[in-house]
Nanobody
């Protein structure tokens, strides 16, 4: 059983920074792409940033230049550094990963962590 455990959310003032972490643990596995999504109240879940196993990254237009995704393959962990936060960044943030266990590949999700940006 593979689990993704997130940490690092919280309350911050506009203009501030937060760093989210998401660590994968459990059975022997390998991780392909990883990403961060967010869901604000009344809105659909949206992709914030993604990173491939080779380190290629992509970002939503709304966060380009402010957020940075990275990963530490030795620790099976993905990070999201969020700078110059805005109230509209307020949402529950979820990490996900495409993980292969034996011959099976599946998408796994973290439990979500709340990020609240006050104006």
């Amino acid at each position: 059983q593979v689990q993704l455990v997130e940490s690092g959310g919280g309350l911050v003032q506009a203009g501030g920074s937060l760093r989210l972490s998401c660590a994968a643990s459990g059975s022997t596995f390998s991780i392909n792409g990883m990403g961060w999504y967010r869901q604000a109240p009344g809105k659909q879940r949206e992709l914030v940033a993604g990173i491939s196993s080779g380190g290629s990254t992509n970002y939503a237009d709304s966060v380009k230049g402010r957020f940075t995704i990275s990963r530490d393959n030795a620790k099976n962990t993905v990070y999201l550094q969020m700078n110059r936060l805005k109230p509209e960044d307020t949402a529950v943030y979820y990490c996900n990963a495409e993980i292969q266990v034996d011959w099976n590949t599946a998408i796994y999700w973290g439990q979500g962590t709340q990020v609240t940006v006050s104006s």
